[in-house]
């Protein structure tokens, strides 16, 4: 559907078929449209057009989410898909609008396609590296702008590949004209949606609507298991959903994940009758199943490797018992088994997410939509046994009303057809690409950041939870498919598990990770995480269809964020939308449950985004907003050292921060402190939160000194002088300023004057034991942006060394402060802290010595087993959950000694961890050297300086960072006037009577001494009125404000012809016999002619003049124009004079064909009486000119014509058979 705004108001197009929720929610969308104009995010015309590509409400909500693509030119705009999603009071409960601003102006190339579409799938074919076997033909087009066209397959492609024409957005929010293909591969590994410039030819994007899963793994110490002998139950279960009985399975039940957790039983189920109210055989909507085989209305599964095609039958009662033996090979395959299991769990899967909203509406995988909204004919075909690959699986999902697909493999000598939990996996590709943007886009989760995998894998575990379950037990995916076990351990980096030291997994991880798949587990873990933070609020329940426990609202609230979260999500997006979709569905009652769940895994209040197509521009934090206020000052500070910006340390966030000289954000995290402001001193600050569903309301206090600042002297005066003789500039000499330090030195090092993996200068790194571990500076995981010091954790025996620079005490109350985060495995791997005063030759522990922990200290000590290096030291190990502050008070003996510091890093022989960060080292206490100046802008003394204004600024820094500023200017005056030099010029009018020039048309070498600034001219625009020569002062200025001038003279012509136009070639009709008067062509408005000064042109001459009669023949007519300025322009067109046949109706056979009523006021009925077939009339005026030509072939006796919207006055009206004609005259009152 198309909606149009008109400037400020907007008019609703449709007038009928709509429900009252849509039409109100087509309103909201064009008043949240409207909002982008008055923010100036979009103009009134790039709001004036788009299309809803799907809408439906949500059944479990009542939120109406719509999906819109911003349109030009009558084409969608691929990129700028967009929702607005509003609640049943018409209220906006959100919206993301993703248009782009002066769209029109920024299409590139042409509007019109330079290739066919058979020519783009051409290109898009070799793209691909497909072979094309048989000529590309064109099935089906319409005449629509997009030309929707459907192409014959033609051995590229198993289905007929479509393709329309739009817009694809491109970097800068360019746009391109693009065919939009879809190409279901014959391999049927791939089904890519293909976009191919429309006048290249070249491939600018391309999706892949399957979904690979890519399930091999690369852990090395993976044990396989045999298959548990578990005795299959021969008693059927009867689940009672409903009272249409769809038959008997024998599978793997939910929530089994698979042979190794339970044997198969005899499954009579009475499907959900919510779901599939006709059973799981049925199509036609008529209790009774349509098919005996696995085929029904939600899915058709079959086997596609080397019997393809082959389907169960279960009979007319639908019993579906077949053996299995667990080792697959080609003797046994157990086909039937196997396939009862796929389809099975499909129509499980199916009735389940339709439960919690993946329905008909929003989209889901049904033949028959049983009149419940969305398109139909889109059943999942589940191939079991696929043969186009090994140790995988994948799902296709092209838009609502395409087929899907779901592939299984075997793997080796196991059969991932028995992988529940793999294929909910899969079945999960189509629900997170149906839901995400709309059912009509199927290309909303293409970003580096998008979370597909993720939700897959957390879908296969929701539905294979059982009450024993907990949430330190380890889940995995992928056990069976591989033979691994009931405890193997899996195809993802980590176990699915909440405790931290066996899945350490954060948003930082993902910029390491592998997409889609590592990136993915991410997610899940997360998901993970706010499951069970749910499950331990509201408990489990095992009823997943009815049930209130905290696994059930999990599945409501992930399934309802897909269709409110943008398209392209990212991770922030994704929480968001669950916050979002709690609001909507349980009024907002587990915002802090959902938060502590993210938070906990680094996707807190203050994480950070960044753009959804990158893993590694993100941010992760570890905020919520729950609890009361907390709040630990920064430190000290000299007077000098500017604002101090982005400041925190106040918890929950959502507060506000204040005090002398502090600015607060108003984000609820951060503020700024300006230490001059405050002044030299103490200060409290102050951090409150105010109460909500999270927070309690309450204030937390700390302190802030403020030092003597550094004080500066000598500073130079601001220098005034006039240039030295003959130059253009003077000698200045001045004493540089000096300055005074009042502030403790201090050493800093924060990584960030450098560009990774390189380590500041004067910092090294060893490795003691082995080579393994490796010290780097990441930009990533950093406590201050960008960079921290990082040390991974491998599953090895390894030891390294981070070594700071030698940094020389000056205190005995010296500190040694850092920010330290730790990952690691709790007990086994860990870092220590040492330090040395000979230059390495001997290292002791910081507590040997060294110093004591007042804050931030060792949490733990190392295993003597297992080939640890630091076996049985004290040290940081396990997870410190984020940034933790270290302070060492150094040992008062340390003073006056060059000291260095140590990171250790150690791991024994087994188990990873993430690994170590360090970040904002900074030592106390320091030798200061006397404060050092620089010049950093400006000339030296005893130079040249120029005439203007030169600014001479100087840094003076005391040794610990603090830094004072000395600036004055020195100004050279000039004097002396540029000498102006013209020329005269003559300029021509264009198309519009105008002309423009420039002071550089008419300089003819104006000079100066230093140097020309500008150039002006008192007239730049000339137009008709100015034809002639005009008077034109030319003005110069140089850079010191002087300035002359001189005049020269402009003439002005016109050399264009004016722009006429003849009329088109004429036919006109006489009666026999009469003569036919020429008009006066310009008096008609037939013809015209504009010009860029004449106004009106009254020189004219047509030839033949008007009023020339002619007879019955083909004349050339000739019409010439010339304006004032004497520019002439000639056209000529072609006149043909016709003859009528006499007035009277002789030539039909009983003379009777009647008009009437005649005169007539609008209306004229055409009666025939004859036996002739009329085929049309031609109404013509009494100047022969066609007014009106109307079909007549289908006329039976009579016909009506209409004429009400001609001028009165007298007509003809010839009216013609197969073999004669007669003419009759109107009077039109």
């Not at 076997?133 to 192409?151: D, F």
């Not at 019997?307 to 395959?333: A, M």
């Not at 040395?836 to 110093?851: E, R, S, V």
């Amino acid at each position: 559907m198309k909606k149009t705004i008109l400037k400020s108001l907007i008019l609703v197009l449709g007038v009928c078929c709509f429900t009252a929720q849509a039409q109100f929610s087509h309103k909201i969308v064009e008043n949240e449209l409207l909002k982008l104009t008055k923010q100036n995010k979009a103009t009134v015309k790039d709001i004036s057009s788009w299309n809803i590509t799907s809408e439906h409400t949500s059944s479990t909500s009542g939120i109406h989410h719509l999906y819109l693509r911003q349109v030009v030119n009558g084409l969608e705009i691929l990129g700028t898909e967009s929702s607005v999603h509003s609640m049943s009071d018409q209220s906006v409960f959100q919206s993301h609008i993703s248009f782009i601003k002066d769209a029109q102006q920024k299409v590139k190339g042409t509007a019109n396609p330079s290739i066919t579409a058979i020519q783009a799938v051409q290109k898009a074919a070799a793209h691909l590296g497909y072979v094309i076997g048989e000529p590309l033909s064109v099935l089906q087009k319409k005449n629509t702008p997009s030309q929707e066209t459907r192409i014959s397959s033609s051995g590229i492609s198993i289905s007929d590949i479509p393709a329309r024409l739009m817009y694809h957005r491109l970097e800068k929010d360019n746009v391109v004209l693009v065919w939009d293909l879809s190409i279901e591969s014959i391999t049927k590994t791939e089904w890519y949606n293909v976009r191919v410039n429309a006048n290249t030819g070249e491939v600018v994007d391309k999706i892949n609507w399957t979904t690979s899963c890519n399930l091999t793994h690369s852990h090395q110490e993976d044990k396989y298991f045999a298959t548990p002998g578990f005795l299959e139950n021969e008693t059927p279960v009867l689940e009672e959903y409903g009272a249409i009985l769809t038959g008997s399975y024998r599978v793997i039940a939910m929530p089994t994940e698979s042979p190794y957790f339970g044997p198969r039983t005899l499954e009579t189920t009475a499907v959900n009758t919510t779901a599939s109210p006709f059973g799981w055989h049925d199509t036609d909507g008529v209790i009774g199943a349509e098919f005996t085989v696995t085929r029904g209305n939600n899915v058709n599964a079959y086997e596609d490797g080397n019997n393809s095609g082959f389907q169960p039958d279960g009979g007319p009662t639908l019993v579906f018992d077949f053996p299995f033996n667990p080792i697959f090979s080609g003797g046994n395959e157990s086909e039937s088994a196997a396939i009862t299991n796929l389809f099975y769990w499909n129509n499980l899967i199916h009735d389940l997410i339709y439960i919690y909203g993946f329905d008909e509406a929003s989209g889901n995988f049904q033949s028959n939509n049983y009149g419940n909204g969305g398109l139909g004919n889109d059943f999942v075909r589940a191939e079991a046994q696929d043969g186009s690959g090994t140790c995988n699986a994948n799902f296709s999902t092209p838009t609502d009303g395409n087929l899907p697909r779901m592939q299984m493999f075997i793997c080796n000598t196991q059969d991932g057809d028995f992988d529940n939990l793999v294929i909910v996996h899969e079945y999960g590709h189509g629900i997170s690409n149906r839901l995400t943007g709309g059912a009509g886009n199927s290309g909303c989760l293409s970003g580096s950041e998008q979370m597909g995998e993720g939700w897959s894998d957390w879908y296969g575990l929701l539905m294979t939870m059982d009450a024993s379950d907990t949430s330190t037990q380890s889940r995995a995916v992928g056990t069976y498919l591989f033979g691994q076990g009931a405890g193997g351990p899996g195809i993802r980096p980590f176990p699915y598990n909440t405790d931290m030291a066996i899945n350490p997994q954060t948003y930082d991880h993902i910029k390491t990770a592998a997409v889609p798949h590592g990136v993915g587990s991410v997610w899940s873990t997360m998901l993970w995480e706010m499951t069970w933070g749910l499950i331990d609020v509201y408990g489990f329940d095992a009823d997943f269809y009815n049930g209130t426990g905290g696994n059930n609202m999990a599945l409501a609230l992930v399934t309802e964020a897909l269709k409110l979260q943008p398209c392209n999500p990212g991770f922030v997006d994704g929480r968001d939308a669950i916050l979002a979709a709690d609001v909507a569905l349980y009024g907002g009652a587990n915002q802090c449950t959902i938060w502590d769940a993210f938070a906990k895994r680094g996707l807190g209040v203050s994480a950070i985004q960044g753009s959804s197509a990158s893993r590694s521009d993100g941010t992760e934090a570890f905020d919520t907003p729950s609890g009361v206020a907390a709040f630990t000052a920064p430190s000290d500070v000299c007077e000098t050292i500017g604002v101090l910006t982005n400041l925190g340390g106040g918890t929950p966030p959502g507060g506000v921060y204040s005090g002398p000289g502090v600015t607060d954000n108003g984000n609820g995290s951060t503020f700024s402190f300006d230490p001059e402001i405050a002044g030299v001193g103490i200060h409290l600050i102050n951090y409150e939160v105010f109460a909500s569903a999270c927070a309690t309301a309450s204030t937390a206090s700390d302190t802030i000194e403020v030092f003597e600042s550094l004080q500066v002297t000598n500073c130079q005066a601001d220098i005034f002088v006039n240039a030295d003789a003959g130059s253009c500039g003077a000698v200045i000499t001045f004493s540089p300023p000096v300055g005074t330090s009042g502030c403790a030195a201090e050493y800093a090092e924060n990584f960030d004057g450098v560009t990774a993996p390189s380590l500041p200068v004067g910092w090294t790194f060893t490795q003691e034991v082995g080579t393994v571990i490796t010290w780097t500076t990441v930009n990533s995981g950093s406590n201050s942006s960008p960079n921290a010091a990082f040390a991974n954790n491998p599953g090895s025996a390894n030891l390294s060394s981070l070594i700071s620079s030698p940094i020389a005490i000056a205190s005995t109350s010296a500190q040694l402060l850092f920010k330290n985060n730790y990952q690691t495995e709790s007990g086994f791997d860990g870092m220590v802290l040492e330090f040395t005063i000979n230059a390495g030759t001997t290292w002791n522990d910081i507590l040997n010595g060294g110093g004591t922990f007042s804050s931030g200290g060792y949490n733990g000590s190392l295993s003597t087993c297992c080939s640890n290096p630091l076996p049985g030291r004290a040290a940081w190990t396990g997870s410190s959950g984020g940034f933790v502050d270290t302070v060492v008070n150094l040992n008062a003996a340390l003073d006056g000694q060059i000291v260095q510091f140590r990171w250790r890093m150690g791991s024994d022989s087994s188990v990873t961890g993430a690994g170590v960060w360090l970040d904002d080292v900074r030592v106390s206490g320091i030798f200061s050297p006397e404060p050092v100046t620089t010049q950093i802008s400006g000339l030296a003394s005893g130079s040249v300086f120029p005439v203007g204004t030169t600014i001479n600024s100087f840094e003076i820094e005391d040794g610990s960072g603090n830094i004072a500023t000395c600036t004055f200017e020195v100004t050279v005056m000039d004097n002396i006037n540029p000498v102006a030099v013209g020329q005269n010029i003559t300029v021509s009018l264009d198309a519009n009577g105008l002309v423009t020039i420039l002071p550089f048309d008419v300089d003819n070498g104006s000079s100066d001494n230093c140097s020309i600034d500008t150039m002006a001219l008192d007239i730049t625009n000339f137009a008709c009125a100015d034809l002639g020569p005009n008077t034109v002062t030319l003005t110069v200025t140089d850079g010191s404000g002087n300035s002359n001038a001189t005049q020269v003279t402009v003439t002005v012509e016109d050399t264009l012809a004016p722009v006429l136009t003849c009329p088109a070639n004429q036919v006109v009709q006489i009666v026999q016999g009469e003569m036919f008067t020429i008009p006066d062509y310009f008096d008609l408005g037939d013809a015209s002619a504009i010009d860029n000064c004449t106004n009106p042109i009254t020189n004219i001459v047509q030839s033949p003049a008007a009023g020339t009669e002619f007879p019955e023949g083909i004349y050339t007519i000739e019409i010439t124009v010339t304006d004032a300025s004497g520019n002439e322009v000639t056209c000529d067109f072609e006149l043909e004079v016709e003859e009528l046949l006499s007035i009277g109706d002789q030539t039909f056979t009983n003379q009777s064909v009647v008009l009437f009523p005649n005169p007539t006021s609008g209306e004229v009925t055409i009666l025939n009486k004859s036996d002739e077939v009329l085929q049309s009339v031609v109404i013509t005026d009494v100047n022969g000119r066609i007014i009106r030509i109307y079909d007549l072939s289908a006329m039976e006796n009579q016909s009506v014509i209409l004429l009400n919207d001609i001028a009165s006055g007298l007509y003809f009206a010839q009216i013609y058979s197969e073999n004669a004609s007669v003419v009759k005259r109107i009077v039109k009152k």
